[in-house]
């Protein structure tokens, strides 16, 4: 059987490093693969205009899945002053590249599992009764909707006429804002598709009956958001009665899902959320698990094009330093998810419980688990390395 392909776009920052370890360690498990690197991030907007280059997209298309580090992001003017001096003032407007490419492919369906490992001392703890202390299990799974509502892209500042007097039709639009001038109003909308709305839906309830997770939560805003948040309700409401009955269908609103999850987060099993709220509790629930560190993510499309990646940023202060700090779980875990969607469960497997036989052993923990603070002398100081926590978790493999 002929190797398979992974594109690798290690991007900026940290990702660059973190994806490194983290093919050292597939290498140790025993997968085989061809890597190919795959342009994106800051320098080629700076260099080219562009930080998804069209060579990645086709990369991409070619070989279907993808390990992706991070990207960095500046606002808007900031990254226009730092084009190549050529390239300024022709019009080029930075948006981000992950975004791009989930919009290219429509990478609609993003999965951020959340699981405590035993012995992480950054595990989320709580006070029992009387002086007892509590360690609730996590072990939730956010589908996201990844390519519509807020982060669709369809905003305005200071509308164009035809925008404007569209919006002015609608009666709450008129009351509220009419009087406010037009150069003063930025719109940024909130469209879901019941095609879109659909896929990550089933998504979600498929994947709880997969795995024998008892329930389905919708965390979004029906009674505020009645539109898209309310389509989202009934959709669910209707899907999980006529093909999910055995799973338990809960509504709960963002807001109050925020709370909860710091009061009972063991209740939860499959979460699921339009864009936005989706990108929000699953930050909460992984700052449950540990930290950035720890989050993993998934996204796929109907095409069969799926890029894996971190959920955190690129740190570039972290990428200065002369040795690196960060911690590679993140990335290493959402290796494992690559391999579970390409069919090398066992693979996966083997380095998760690597993974957990470090963190529970307790001997080699980077600077996040140490609660210090991310400054450079965190490894004089006793904090393991990137490259010492990737190797901790090759011996275990060995």
Known sequence: MSKRTIVTMPGDGIGKVVLEETIKVLNAAGFEANYVNGDIGWDFWCKEGNPLPERTLKLLEEHKIGLFGAITSKPKEEAANELVPELQNKGLVYSSPIVGMRQYFNLDICVRPCKTYKGNPLNFVRRGIGTEIEEPEVDVVIFRQNTEGLYGGVEWSNPNEQVYNAFMTHPKFKQNFGDVPKEEISISTRIFTKNATERILRAAFEHARKYGYKSVTLAEKPNVIRETSGMMYRMAKQIQKNDYPEIELWNTNIDAQMMWLTKNPETYGVIVAGNMFGDIVSDGFAGLIGGLGFACS????????????????????????????????????????????????????????????????????????????????AVKNGAASTQEMAQAIIAKLN
């Not at 996204?299 to 570039?316: I, K, L």
């Not at 390409?342 to 693979?347: N, Q, T």
């Open 298 to 377: 998934a996204q796929w499309s109907e095409s069969g094009v799926a890029v894996f990646e971190p959920t955190h940023g690129s740190a570039p202060k972290y990428a200065d330093y002369e040795v690196s700090i960060v911690n590679p779980i993140a990335m290493i875990e959402s290796a494992c998810m690559m391999l579970d969607y390409i069919g090398e469960a066992e693979i996966s497997k083997k380095i998760r419980k690597a993974v957990a036989e470090v963190i529970s052993e307790g001997k080699i923990r980077t600077y996040d688990m140490m609660k210090m603070r991310g400054a450079p002398d």
